[in-house]
């Protein structure tokens, strides 16, 4: 009878090692990188499942300004432009269970992931630091344009404490909306026509009550 109420403990400290923390039921917080800033919020589906939706300012397109300094010479120089983000994002932990046996954190989804994001750039408030108001802002004689994106993505969430954390991934995506073909960069990846290299290292603070 005492082996089999010890056992009975044991299984139900395992399953309640195995459920806690996988995935928190909701996390706000904001993210910068090279060339944005984002506010997110991550609220839990299932047990490993999250849904991340955020909303930032960052720079997936550049202008090229050329400047002739003689007739058979010219200059290129490159400008960020800034437009708004909204992305969707289902983010499955996979490793959630590995790194609570390892002993190791997952509270504030500290973990490694894979989701397929979907990131609309509307045109409107497209903003660069060249100063050159007088002319829309271009790359390759295209204005920038909105699009929307699918991103299939692998990335890494650590915490660096309870409120900071850094986060890295790399995916690759297509304009499902098909718009003008255009060269763009977002963040540290390159992007040509209608497909885009994801490649992203940002650094993120968690704010809001400790629980």
Known sequence: MKNSIISVLI????????????????????QTGLLGIWWHNESKLVHRWALRTEVGYAAPTYERNVYRAEATRSHNYFYPVFQPVLTFEPRWYYNSRKRIGNSNNTFHNSGNYVTIAFQYYPKFLAYSPSGNSEEPLVFDGEEPNGGLFITPTWGMR???????????GAGLGFDILETQKRKTVKEAGHMGNDFVFNVHLRIGYKYGMKE
């Open 158 to 168: 650590r915490n660096i404490n309870y409120r900071w954390n850094f986060e890295i």
């Open 11 to 30: 299984l139900l400290m395992f399953c309640s090692a195995s459920n806690a923390q996988l995935v928190d039921r909701s996390i706000n917080g904001i």
